[in-house]
């Protein structure tokens, strides 16, 4: 080798040994941040001095530059951190990053450095900390790295509203305890319930007579009979006492007769449907201490019970795009649903942040669209949201239904009269889609077929349109001006009539979502101004939205469904003395399209929207923010998830919900204040006519803050159960009584009885029932009276324990029987049948931890 050479790999080595070392050594799994709140009235103002603090656990040195932090956030920030040693970049979405500058110093080993910034609103709740923040090196743009623990430190809020164990008592002390024997067993409510003294004696050797129609119900209860002995109940058994399953044609669709006698139980109805419902019944019946182990023999109370449901259409909305449900949980919530009468199920499937259904023809929807981690450009899968992280092992961020999940969630909910509604977001909603499209495109053109590269494309490529979303994206709206939208829309309908057929599922309609379109949209697409060239009705760019609504219903009617989407779908937007106004459209009026309705947020002034739809002839279902979203924080508290925009709803919201009047028991606004009436004035009742438009309700969980299955249980459950009593029973008294004194006392009797029927009997089955629910138990009430403590709770039946010593209590702590002592730190809680603890009550009122 000559000495150039020499000298050559000498340099060569050295550039290698000083890149190396320049490399950082540090193992990000070395690091752990803590977020808090450092001022939440910040230069008094309605914002929040937040701030991080990052803690290096290793033997090596944090640099002081050449990374950056990602995380997610649903609060917006003001750009220039205050401590002046970082900035806050939005990137898109909830995607989020804090970039060093010259201030930042570096953190040595054992020490912390710390990041001050503004969030625009203030924090209420544990729900508006940043979310999973995780690390990338300058040096390596595209890795991104998942760090150590991440910590939300707790903190005591003094806002408006805030709802404290004191509060808390004074609204559980209206609850009375009525004795067990007192309550109604049959849930929901059926229209006529008479007990009549006595016993049946249940046991694994029960004969079960049935006509072959109800097979199938008959084998449902042979399965539940199974689950409760611990041993094969076939039917065919030798008991003098038995079930008889029998068809009484007199009855409704959905109505059914229940008589339990001492010798006999009988289940009659006209369809197999009624029968169903009927063994429902007959299984809430039946005491819930029976589904804690199996028994030998099971007492069920006569009864006489006539029922059939107020409203036809009861449904779930389940949203899994924002953050994935396994196929077991989707599962286990048909199982909740199904005891308690609720017949629908809609599940949200695609969305900005995912696509989660297989659609054969189009493999890359889930490819790209079911995967989030970190990313330069959604080329190969989508970034992070709600927290995900930086790579695929995150499942509520990563997943989606193959064809064959997909297939079983359907034959499942099928077997337990369930119809599952798919939607399909279009036109705004859909990042996922289009990234997905997008990379379709690139690989068949780089096959070099640019025909079959640009079949399904969802965007103009020359589209200079600017907009941003509700959700803060800049590039998740379909273009509905080009030919290849109707393409796609027709592809992923023809793909889901197949699912449902092989299924053997019933398919009545489709969802194509349509709301939170942003302004600005197509109006620099050259493609919308080829389609208005060819369509002189076509005036302005909103125009194309009646277009493509009206070419998705024209391809749904060829294949005999009907077209759902959300309110905006069936709104003209109009102007009233050059205010822009929205009124229902009259072209799609007479359409057979169903409008699921969600915004009567109190206060922005569409609170009749949906009262408006129903009387202008649309088929209504209601969705109200207001009562029915299972999202919404039950109350304004730190400890308490979810989101809060809308409403702050606990279980009392669903259960005083009046369809058709959801004015008259308003009484707090979206902040949790007193509601000022007034805002009622002008607003339009629902007529005679707009009542008959109303198909029924709905219970919504959207999933931006739902990590698992356990949190998704925690906020349906018990909700859902004051959810399926105002869809099934019938009208209560107090909705209809004029006199608001009595309409009040009615309805205290109503909620009494309701709480105790929960406490005592519904929770203690839940808590066994489809393997057991993770529902939310309430913190209890806790007010000083005369230097000692005294508690109370909001279901009757559960069981408070506390502590005296600092500790949290648990299941073998002191049992609540009286007044406690005040001196030193007490702490109260709530525990269930199961020994499952809720949030924990500390006596003086500071703020209790989290669930998180």
Known sequence: MNRLAILIVALLVNVK????????????????????????????????????????????????????????????????????????????????SFTPNTKFTEIKPGESGRIEFICESIVVNFTDAIENPYLVWDAEPAKGYALGDFVVKSFNPTYPGLITPDVLFNQNKTIEDIPYNKLVKVFPTPVSYQETGGNFTLTPAVDVTYEPEYNGEANSLFADLTKLFGKPVTGKGTASKGILIAKDASLGAEAY????????????????????????????????SAWTKPASSIQVPCVEVTDQPRFGHRAVMLDVARNFQNKAEVMKLIDGMALYKLNTLHLHLTDDEGWRIEIPSLPELNAIGSKRGHTLDSKTHLPPSHGSGPDFSNTAGTGFYTKADYIEILKYATDRHINVIPEIEAPGHARAAIKAMDARYERMLAAGDKAGAEKYLLRDLNDKSQYRSVQYWNDNVIDV???????????????????????????????????????????????????????????EARDVWYYFYGRLNDMLKKRGLALSGWEEVGLLKTSVDGQSTYVPNPAFANEGMRMDVWNNVLGDGQEDLAYKLANGGYKVVLTCVTNLYFDMANYKSFDEPGYYWGAYLGIDKFFSFIPFDYFKNADVDKSGQPINRAIFTGKQRLTDYGKSNILGLQGALWAETVKSGERMEYMIFPKLLALAERAWAKDPEWANEKNPVKSKEL?????????????????????????????????????????????????????????????????????????????????????????????VAEAGFESTKPAL
């Open 481 to 539: 001006s080009i030919p290849s939208t109707y393409a796609f829309m027709e592809t992923v309908t023809n793909d889901l009539v197949a699912l449902y057929k092989q299924a053997g599922a019933p398919l009545e309609t489709i969802h194509f979502g349509g709301d939170e379109v942003p302004a600005g949209v197509w109006e620099k697409s050259p493609s919308w101004l080829t389609l208005k060239a060819s369509h002189p009705e076509l005036k």
């Open 257 to 288: 007769k229940l008589s339990v006698t001492p010798n006999k139980v009988t289940i009659t109805a006209s369809t197999p449907v009624g029968i169903f419902y009927g063994i429902q019944s007959f299984k809430t019946l039946i005491p819930p």
């Open 747 to 839: 309805y205290q009797d109503d909620w009494n009885h309701f709480m105790n029927v929960l406490g005592k009997r519904e929770l203690p089955r839940l808590n066994y029932y489809s393997g057991g629910f993770d529902f939310r138990l309430p913190k209890p009430g806790v007010i000083n009276q005369g230097g000692q403590y005294v508690a109370n709770i909001q279901y009757p039946g559960l069981t408070i324990r506390y502590t005296t010593n600092g500790k949290e209590p648990d299941a073998k702590s002191k049992i609540y029987t009286g007044p406690v002592d005040a001196s030193g730190v007490v702490k109260f809680r709530a525990f269930d049948n199961k020994g499952r603890g809720g949030n």
């Open 17 to 96: 040994a000083f890149t190396k070392a320049a490399e950082p050594t540090i193992n990000p799994r070395d690091l752990t941040i803590t977020w808090e709140v450092v001022d939440n009235n910040y230069q008094n103002k309605q914002q929040a001095l937040t701030a991080i603090t990052i803690t290096n656990h290793s033997k090596a040195t944090f640099p002081s530059n050449g990374w950056k932090l990602y995380f997610n956030s649903s609060r917006n920030f003001i750009a220039d951190a205050t401590s002046g040693n970082a900035r806050v970049e939005q990137l898109n979405g909830d995607l989020y």
